[in-house]
């Protein structure tokens, strides 16, 4: 809960990614701590709330999942207004997923707010052995685009938490 004199955010956070990546895995291992191992890929167009406080802020995430629109290899404008954050994966796993985020962060940079804060995902890290993309290919196209870059699996919670704590922070920061 908010602090006396700590400032409060409300900050939209969208997903993008192609199909399969783990959007919706990362949002319910955020927000409900469970993973599960054959995901519904289109159940609901979802909405999650959750909480985060920092010490200079507290952040109440908006976060909106697809509904598995990005099938169709873009998404609404609607589902871009007014976000102040957007998660991009894809599956180190899958060098096609990677190839297509780079696409996905196009379309965002046609679409979305010129300041969202933008993190660039590399997810199923647990998948290290079935490795397509290397951390540096991800590193470096997040450089070059103005967002940071992070690896996580949802599988194994291994940097979800750090991942929204990062964007919370930049949000505080931005504010
Ligand atoms: P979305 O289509 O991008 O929302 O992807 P989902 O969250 O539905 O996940 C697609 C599949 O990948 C499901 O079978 C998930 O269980 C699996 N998955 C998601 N995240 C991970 C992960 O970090 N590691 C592994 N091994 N599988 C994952
Ligand atoms: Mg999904």
């Not at 939209?12 to 959007?23: H, Q």
């Not at 976000?83 to 696409?103: E, N």
Request: neutral net charge.
């Amino acid at each position: 809960m908010a602090r006396p004199g700590n400032k409060i955010i409300q900050a939209k956070l969208v997903l993008l990614g192609d199909m399969g990546t783990g959007k919706t895995s990362l949002v319910l291992r955020f927000v409900k701590g469970q993973f599960f191992d054959h995901q519904e890929p289109t159940i609901g167009a979802a909405f999650f709330t959750q909480i985060l406080s920092l010490t200079e802020a507290t952040v109440k995430f908006d976060i909106w999942d697809t509904a598995g629109q990005e099938r169709y290899h873009s998404l609404a404008p609607m589902y871009y207004r007014g976000a102040a954050a957007a998660v991009i994966v894809y599956d180190i796993s899958s060098m096609d997923t990677f190839v297509r985020a780079k696409r996905w962060v196009q379309e965002l940079q046609r679409q979305g707010n010129p300041n969202m804060v933008m993190a660039f995902v590399a997810n199923k890290l647990d998948l290290d052995s079935k490795r397509e993309v290397q951390n540096e290919d991800g590193e470096q196209f997040a450089q070059e685009n103005g967002m940071f870059f992070m690896e996580t699996s949802a599988k194994t919670a291994q940097n979800i938490n750090e991942l929204f704590y990062e964007i919370a922070k930049r949000l505080a920061r931005a504010h």
